[in-house]
């Protein structure tokens, strides 16, 4: 609404009412398609609206495109991932358990959804350049790093190249576990495959160790080490 009184223009709240409303629906829409890729492995609009019970009009009226929903769903995905592996990089417990919970953490949610992983690999719906999936994939390891980095100040190892051993641990457990899921004659079970990565993780970690002049049992507990003078 105009200020014809020669003031600002001020809002009557209509515009704010329809930006909540359209927020709150794209939200319903967006756990609709979640929720048809985790039963079916994917969804059409067509289908989307079948199981909301709306007009495929309404689909269009809140998202200009398929593609423009894909993002959000997208997102939606990668947020849950995310907030999963958060309190993983707590470093509690010895680094064994560490490694075992963090690489658990990560196997987990995939094989809790397997369909919602598979989608985000398939290259119809990914974002081209995967920069949704692959900057997922780098805020996981820069918080890895910055852990990495605050456990090796306490050793007295203040400049350190953690960054990059991050992102290579991070990159090699998502590319063992996508072959993995791909795999119709997988080699190992999932137990197995489980150690497997555990172990090679912490032979990455204990190589990089090695090269800054820092020998450490997998029992050592962290919190000793960030005690530390």
Same mark, same amino acid.
């Given at each position: ?20 409303h359209r927020a709150q629906r794209q939200g ?9 890729? !985790? ?5 059409? $609009? ?11 009009? +309404? ?20 947020? &849950?991932?995310?907030?999963? $592996?958060?309190?993983?990089?707590s470093f509690d417990g010895t680094i064994e358990?560490?490694?075992? *919970? #963090? #690489? ?5 949610? +995939? =094989? ?9 690999? #398939? ?10 999936v692959a900057g997922t994939k780098t805020a996981?390891?820069? $918080?890895?790093?910055? *852990?990495?980095? !605050? #456990? ?11 960054? &990059? ?6 990159? =090699? ?16 079970? !999932?137990?197995?495959?489980?150690? $497997?990565?555990?172990?090679? +993780? ?12 820092? +020998? ?6 962290? &919190? ?6």
């Amino acid at each position: 609404m105009v200020d014809r009184t020669g003031g600002e223009a001020q809002s009557d709240g209509r515009s704010t009412r329809w930006d909540e409303h359209r927020a709150q629906r794209q939200g319903e829409l967006v756990d609709g398609a979640v929720a048809l890729i !985790e039963e079916e492995g994917a969804f059409g $609009m067509g289908r989307l609206a079948q199981r909301l019970g709306l007009p495929r009009s +309404v689909l269009y009226r809140h998202f200009k495109d398929r593609a423009s929903l894909d993002e959000l769903v997208r997102r939606r995905v990668t947020e &849950s991932f995310v907030q999963r $592996m958060r309190p993983t990089l707590s470093f509690d417990g010895t680094i064994e358990e560490s490694v075992h *919970r #963090v #690489v658990g953490a990560h196997l987990d949610w +995939v =094989f809790q959804h397997p369909r919602l992983y598979s989608y985000m690999g #398939v290259a119809e719906h990914s974002m081209g350049d995967g920069s949704l999936v692959a900057g997922t994939k780098t805020a996981i390891a820069l $918080m890895l790093g910055e *852990r990495f980095g !605050e #456990v090796l100040k306490t050793l007295g190892v203040p400049q350190a190249p953690v960054r &990059s051993v991050a992102v290579g641990i991070v990159g =090699f457990v998502d590319t063992a576990v996508n072959q993995w899921m791909r795999d119709p004659a997988r080699e190992q079970s !999932e137990e197995e495959l489980r150690a $497997m990565l555990c172990r090679s +993780v912490w032979a990455v970690l204990d190589a990089a160790l090695r090269d800054l002049g820092v +020998v450490l049992s997998p029992q050592q507990r962290l &919190s000793d080490l960030e005690g530390a003078p």
